[in-house]
């Protein structure tokens, strides 16, 4: 028969052997051993990141420059650049703040290799337009009160100029009923088409009045 003390006993047994095992795998980790001068040998050291040379255009200026070939077109905008106007939120493709215009097409820049856009044409928020001389859909926002606190709308305007770039270009979107109609252009449309941009200020109303306006469709609000 086995009483308590002898349970208590085998667990202290058991806890006892596995913090060893435990000890015993770190410590070859940790033990390099004394180097040839009596101290420790260093720890191996990461190897240098792999970079490489990449030539592209943002806002009509020419870079070239030397990347780790894991920088995304976000980082490189923003730490490289210092193009901050293209913001990061959730930096895996879901909110649609870091959106940029690349050879006429939106993209989410967070998603997106800078070394896979050799010889591109980048546009930004800083491209479309600055104080003073705004681009119609920035000036549309601000008349709209498109935004609240602002970090989702360099990619909110960022999408809505290239989306009604792609509506002149016939391109219909997935609610598109009638692939036929002139222009592509609904509530619905729209909505759609804006719908990889997320604001957290909930100022969807007013974004789509502003690019309502700047469409030039009555009735699409
Ligand atoms: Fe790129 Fe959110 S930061 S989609
Ligand atoms: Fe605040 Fe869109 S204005 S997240």
Avoid at 34 to 50: E, F, M
Avoid at 123 to 138: R, S
Avoid at 189 to 206: D, F, K, T
């Amino acid at each position: 028969m086995i009483d308590s003390s002898d349970i208590n006993h085998t667990r202290r047994n058991v806890l006892i052997g596995g913090a060893l095992s435990a000890t015993a795998t770190v410590l070859p980790a940790m033990a390099q051993g004394p180097s040839p001068d009596g101290g420790h040998a260093a720890p191996a050291t990461t190897p240098p990141p792999v970079t490489t040379k990449v030539a592209l255009r943002v806002n009509g200026q020419r870079y070239e420059m030397d990347l780790d070939t894991r920088t995304t077109v976000l980082d490189m905008l923003r730490e490289h650049m210092r193009l901050t106007g293209t913001k990061k939120g959730c930096d895996q493709g879901q909110c649609g703040a870091c959106t940029v215009i690349v050879d006429g097409r939106r993209i989410n820049s967070c998603l997106s290799l800078a070394v896979m856009h050799e010889g591109a044409d980048i546009t930004t928020i800083e491209g479309l337009g600055a104080p003073g001389k705004l681009h119609p859909m920035q000036a549309a926002f601000v008349k709209h009160d498109g935004y609240q606190c602002g970090y989702c709308t360099p990619g909110q305007i960022c999408s809505s100029v290239a989306a009604l770039d792609e509506l002149k270009r016939g391109i219909p979107s997935h609610v598109s009923a009638d692939l036929t109609a002139q222009p592509l252009l609904s509530p619905t449309e729209l909505r759609e088409r804006m719908s990889g941009n997320i604001c957290r200020c909930g100022a969807y109303s007013n974004i789509i009045d502003a690019i309502t306006e700047v469409a030039g469709v009555k009735g699409a609000a």
